[in-house]
């Protein structure tokens, strides 16, 4: 059974960081590539950056520059930096692999101006 555990949310003031993990059991981190995604109310989900098998990483352009993907293989958890934060970029913040249909609890991140 696969699960995935998102952490690291919370509250911040504009400009500040945040370092998200999403734990994952059931499946390897290592052998699959992977993507964060966000979402707030009223709005579609949205994918904001994703890690390839071979550590290739792509960004959507509201966050390029600011936030980081990246991935421990031996810790079996995938994360995301984020720098810089922005009122734009309070949402649940979800991990997910490429290939598969499987979704967390996601973690709240909210930016406070």
């Known amino acids: 059974q696969v699960q995935l555990v998102e952490s690291g949310g919370g509250l911040v003031q504009t400009g500040g960081s945040l370092r998200l993990s999403c734990a994952a059991s059931g499946i390897s981190v290592g052998s699959n590539a992977w993507g964060w995604y966000r979402q707030t109310p009223g709005k579609q989900r949205e994918s904001v950056a994703a890690?390839?098998?071979?550590?290739?990483?792509s960004y959507a352009m509201s966050v390029k520059g600011r936030f980081t993907i990246s991935r421990d293989n031996a810790k079996n958890t995938v994360y995301l930096q984020m720098n810089s934060l922005k009122p734009e970029d309070t949402a649940v913040y979800y991990c997910?692999?490429?290939?598969?249909?499987?979704w967390g609890q996601g973690t709240q991140v909210t930016v406070s101006s």
């Open positions: 997910k692999p490429i290939p598969y249909t499987h």
């Open positions: 890690i390839t098998t071979g550590g290739s990483t």
